[in-house]
């Protein structure tokens, strides 16, 4: 079975620190995704990456960057966390671009 | 631009077949998925259909119909079990070999005994 594993469950962080979401997944798949997922809004896609060292922006990049250094991990990176960056953030990967997405168990990031 | 809509809840009792339905304005795709998750869970995948007509399996089936812009989710024999939201997607033609896919908001059935 695919496993995509992100590091924290949940996340606290005060505004304006810097704060890094790790995802790793073990299947050697080529694309990774960052979503975040809302009440009332679906999962909305903040970056995702289809090859080592490539990124693109999702729908609402905006406060956000990425890292993909190694094939199987892909890294969020709030660059000055703010409030309204509080939410459920869930990593996803799929062996090529037709293929299922697989997601991690997601991580709820708080910020005060 | 793209964008799918879905009822936001949806509630039936055990035993029962409930149709979760998906609508969809895009300019192309290439198919329908459907996703579930449980409350505090990771999305699971469910079904795809690439092509118009029903997919099956086991208790779930999927339909897609592109001229109607419509497709839907049927879960026949209800179990408590399936209490979840479910989601609708789909990867635009325009998202090349990215992978990329457009979530609908996500539908919460509550099965009842």
């Known amino acids: 079975d695919v496993k995509v594993t992100q590091s924290s469950r949940y996340l606290v962080k005060r505004t304006g620190e810097k704060v890094f979401l790790e995802c790793v997944q073990d299947?050697?798949?080529?694309?990774m995704f960052w979503y975040r997922q809302d009440p009332g809004l679906g999962l909305r896609l903040i970056y995702f990456?289809?090859?080592?060292?490539?990124?693109e922006k999702g729908d609402i990049p905006e406060g956000y960057s990425v890292s993909r250094e190694k094939k199987e991990r892909f890294s969020l990176i709030l660059e000055s966390a703010s409030t309204n960056q509080t939410s459920m953030y869930l990593c996803?990967?799929?062996?090529?671009?037709?293929?299922?997405?697989?997601f991690g168990d997601g991580t709820r990031l708080s910020i005060l | 631009g793209q964008s799918l809509e879905q009822p936001s809840e949806v509630t039936a009792v055990e035993g029962a077949i409930v149709q979760i339905n998906c609508t969809y304005q895009?300019?192309?795709?290439?198919?329908l998925s459907w996703y579930q998750q449980h409350d505090g869970g990771a999305p699971t995948f469910l079904s795809y259909?690439?092509?118009?007509g029903l997919e099956e399996t086991g208790r779930f089936s999927s339909f897609l119909s592109r001229s109607d812009s419509y497709g839907y989710l049927l879960l026949q024999e209800l179990q408590m079990k399936d209490s979840a939201s479910y989601f609708c997607?789909?990867?635009?033609?325009?998202?090349?070999?990215?992978?990329?896919?457009?979530f609908g908001q996500g539908t919460t059935l509550q099965v009842k005994p």
């Open positions: 996803a990967s799929s062996l090529t671009s037709n293929q299922p997405q697989h």
């Open positions: 299947m050697d798949h080529e694309n």
């Open positions: 990456s289809y090859d080592v060292k490539m990124k």
């Open positions: 895009t300019s192309g795709f290439y198919g």
């Open positions: 259909n690439a092509l118009d």
């Open positions: 997607a789909v990867r635009d033609l325009g998202s090349g070999n990215t992978g990329k896919l457009i």
